[in-house]
């Protein structure tokens, strides 16, 4: 069965300063794979995913993902990071088959930018 | 974008209470699901629907049960509440054509005492 395993359950950095978020998965088959994000007191957000095609994704605040299918990962990062993203960041996969409706999620990083 | 919305942001109930939490999206998409959210075990499907009356197991569904009567709206059951269903629940529904993601509820934050 796939899994996802987020290892870092907390990553304190910097304002300013880079950050990376690492994701692997389980499981070598074909899958779509996703970073959401959750502020305080609210619901998840599709920040990017990864569907086919460039294995470089990347959002509209900055974040970018990169697809590795030798190493199983899909790890989200940032160059320069705000407080604004401190937040907890979960990672997603789910097998790229019809018909195949659930997701897994990993037990999420939370980011916590320091001023 | 499909908007998600569930009724209530905190609930507090007793013991042994029925509790109903409820879903509704609004764009016509056939699969919904619930999860819980607990501090260290991140996210787990409870159930999920994939059309109007159809129902499938999660990883945890024991306490729980479901209800997809009309395809925009999914309940979520608690036939006799514990502390130990004391947690945060997301319910979502998938996105539109061409978009594999899910579209997340702001959440119901229950708590059993």
């Known amino acids: 069965a796939q899994s996802v395993t987020q290892l870092d359950s907390q990553v304190p950095v910097f304002e300013e300063a880079p950050v990376e978020l690492r994701c692997n998965y389980s499981s070598s088959v074909s899958v779509y794979l996703f970073w959401y994000v959750q502020y305080p007191n609210q619901g998840l957000q599709l920040l990017l995913k990864?569907?086919?095609?460039?294995?470089l994704v990347e959002s509209i605040n900055g974040f970018e993902a990169e697809f590795n299918k030798s190493q199983t990962s899909f790890h989200l990062r940032k160059p320069s990071v705000h407080i604004s993203d401190t937040a907890e960041y979960f990672c997603a996969v789910r097998d790229a088959f019809p018909g195949t409706y659930k997701y897994i999620f990993g037990t999420g990083t939370r980011l916590k930018v320091l001023a | 974008d499909v908007k998600v919305t569930q009724s209530s942001r905190y609930l507090v109930k007793r013991t042994g209470e029925k509790v109903f939490l409820e879903c509704v999206q609004d764009?016509?998409?056939?699969?919904m699901f619930w999860y819980r959210q607990d501090p260290g075990l991140g996210l787990r499907l409870i159930y999920f629907?994939?059309?109007?009356?159809?129902?499938e197991k999660g990883d945890i569904p024991e306490g729980y049960s479901v209800s997809r009567e009309k395809k925009e709206r999914f309940s979520l059951i608690l036939e006799s509440a514990s502390t130990n269903q004391t947690s945060m629940y997301l319910c979502?529904?998938?996105?539109?054509?061409?978009?594999?993601?899910?579209?997340f509820g702001s959440g119901t934050r229950l708590t059993v005492v």
């Open positions: 990864y569907l086919s095609g460039s294995t």
């Open positions: 979502a529904g998938r996105g539109g054509v061409g978009d594999y993601g899910y579209t």
């Open positions: 764009m016509d998409h056939e699969n």
């Open positions: 629907s994939y059309d109007v009356k159809m129902k």
